[in-house]
């Protein structure tokens, strides 16, 4: 087996040395991503930073010869440990591939590199009038290359949809070296399987993303954001309903709990009605001519769907302001405890008040302080769990009731992911969520691009 001061000196003849790093301190720095509760005592031997899809290949064809783990990484915020390299091995940083190679306005496209931040890209877009919707919590870090490996979505996914419907084509380097080009530059695609499909949310265990294509829709002229009180969980679900029905399609809907609104209120006072039992974040978009008629229907749909108060903004700061409030709920949340965990379910629309009321029996069952937060509009609900994970008896209090979660999840027709994947976190619970042939095919999907097992071991699920 090759050791480490031979994958070292074999990387320098294919990078320079100042993008090479293998001291013990900078090698630990990557061996942790966003995930709290998942930590890793293996290093990787060496981190890289390659520049070009060309230094990239040669990597994958060293690593592939002597069947060295390599691991892709973005900025490191994803939530499931899918950068984690328990193997240790080579870890790929994309940092220094961070330009956007192009936009064209005419086909409402863009060209751009694994690096490229998505808040970036956003903003260079629409400094031409155009809009890239696929919106991350994290998307002033977050990556191009991180949200197609996740199949990142974001609180626009109930009128836009999420990374995947973005995608119009890949360059991805697979396990060999080989750089394999799908999908096309046009929006539609009928030649073939689709197979850059495929690679969306693999969690770079089929391939490394190194450029994509992607699609872009013209920028809405303006924007107003809503918040309506509920004194029940269920109203505010109801109200999503009763908006669909009279033809408003709100950008975003979210939701945050009664627990939510009290601790974001007690950490960033905001002015939030803390003695409701919920409350929603909507924001409509379009033309400003629009605007008014759309506040006026949106707000005589939710309170006849029991809307108890209703907050319209009126200026870029009043916006802000309510956006703020959604924003702080995991920096509140982790100011009760050393440590915040949070967690990524979807159910049916017509099923999200069982999941927050079963979640919050679950937590209460076994004493776990809990924030509910969500994309509502489409089903998506994060947990937020203020714990202290040098606490053996509040660690097994969690894993006992994620668990719980997870089960509870699917009994209500959902699954166990919407946009933060499934890495180390939630593998041994994915023979639950698909069907035992489904999981083979994917299995022999994994030999087929990657026979030596060398992309992102032991993520999603274990090789046989």
């Excluded at 002597?66 to 870890?91: D, S």
Aim: with cysteine; proline share 4%; net charge negative.
């Amino acid at each position: 087996m090759i050791i480490k001061s031979q994958i070292t000196t074999e990387l320098e003849h294919i990078l320079p040395k100042k993008n090479i790093l293998s001291s013990v301190e900078e090698c630990y720095v990557y061996s942790q991503d966003g995930t709290n509760d998942i930590t890793s005592d293996t290093l990787p031997d060496v981190v890289v930073f390659p520049e070009t899809i060309e230094e990239v290949q040669a990597v994958m064809k060293f690593a592939n010869s002597h069947k060295i783990p390599v691991v892709a990484r973005g900025a490191g915020t994803n939530l499931v440990g899918a950068c984690i390299p328990k193997k240790g091995g080579i870890v790929i940083n994309f940092t220094k591939m961070d330009n956007i190679l192009e936009i064209n306005k005419t086909n409402m496209t863009a060209k751009v590199q694994a690096g490229v931040v998505v808040g970036k890209l956003q903003e260079a877009v629409s400094k031409m009038g155009l809009f890239f919707p696929p919106d991350p919590s994290n998307l002033k870090v977050s990556t191009i290359g991180g949200a197609v490996a996740q199949s990142a979505g974001g609180p626009k996914t109930f009128k836009y949809g999420t990374t995947k419907d973005y995608i119009l084509g890949l360059k991805v380097v697979l396990a060999d070296g080989t750089l394999l080009k799908t999908g096309t530059n046009t929006i539609k695609n009928a030649t073939g399987y689709h197979l850059e499909q495929l690679f969306i949310g693999s969690e770079g265990t089929l391939g490394i993303v190194v450029e994509a294509t992607l699609k872009l829709i013209p920028k809405p002229e303006t924007t107003r954001v809503v918040m309506a009180y509920f004194d029940t969980v269920e109203n505010a679900t109801n109200s999503v309903t009763n908006m669909i029905d009279k033809n408003i399609c709100p950008s975003t809907i979210d939701f945050m709990n009664k627990n939510t609104l009290q601790t974001v209120e007690k950490f960033y006072p905001c002015g939030l009605l803390t003695n409701k039992e919920s409350a929603l974040i909507i924001e409509v978009d379009g033309f400003e001519i629009s605007m008014d008629t759309q506040i006026a229907r949106l707000e005589t749909v939710l309170r006849l769907s029991g809307a108890s108060e209703v907050i319209i903004s009126h200026t870029k700061e009043e916006q802000e302001k309510l956006w703020t409030a959604r924003r702080s709920s995991f920096g509140a949340t982790a100011k009760l405890k050393p440590d915040v965990v949070t967690n990524d379910m979807i159910v049916p629309r017509e099923n999200i008040s069982k999941l927050v009321s079963g979640i919050n029996e679950i937590c209460q069952k076994y004493g776990l302080i809990i924030s509910i937060v969500g994309h509502i509009g489409d089903g998506n609900i994060h947990p937020q769990i203020a714990l202290d994970l040098n606490n053996e008896t509040e660690v097994k209090a969690y894993e006992q009731a994620k668990k719980e979660f997870y089960k509870l999840t699917l009994e209500l027709g959902g699954t166990l992911s919407a946009e933060h994947g499934i890495g180390l976190e939630k593998k041994d619970f994915l023979k639950n969520a698909v069907q035992p042939e489904a999981l083979e095919y994917m299995k022999k999907i994994k030999k087929i691009f990657d026979p030596n097992n060398i992309l992102n071991p032991d993520k999603i699920f274990d090789m046989n």
